[in-house]
Nanobody, 125 residues
């Protein structure tokens, strides 16, 4: 069955960095766009970044553009989110999700059919 497992979350200071990983199994990883979303307490889940099935195209929310980098290694069935210059408002649970088949990018949660369990990122000021 499809499994997505996030790791790499934790506590960071403002201005610091973290790298999240999303290990996948149970489907042809290199055939699907993938995305990162986040959800802070009391808020709706929001789009963070998306990457095409090949890794050649990526798209970012304005709030993270220039600070976060999404990437993938199709040989390792793993996606990454490098987060730099972290801010307290980046504090949230971060989720990876499977997007569309051979899609370039998908921005809406509704376009993602499988989700990981989430990893918590907390940024202190």
């Amino acid at each position: 069955q499809v499994q997505l497992v996030e790791s790499g979350g934790g506590l960071a200071q403002a201005g610091g960095s973290l790298r999240l990983s999303c290990a996948s199994s149970g489907f042809p990883f290199g055939s699907y766009a993938m995305g990162w979303f986040r959800q802070a307490p009391g808020k709706e889940r929001e789009f963070v970044a998306s990457i095409s099935f090949s890794g050649g195209n990526s798209y970012y929310a304005d709030s993270v553009k220039g600070r976060f980098t999404i990437s993938r290694d199709n040989a390792k069935n793993t996606m990454y989110l490098q987060m730099s210059r972290l801010k307290p408002k980046d504090t949230a649970a971060y989720y990876c999700a499977r997007g569309g088949y051979y899609s370039d990018y998908d921005l809406s949660p509704d376009q993602h059919d499988f989700w990981g369990q989430g990893t918590q990122v907390t940024v202190s000021s």
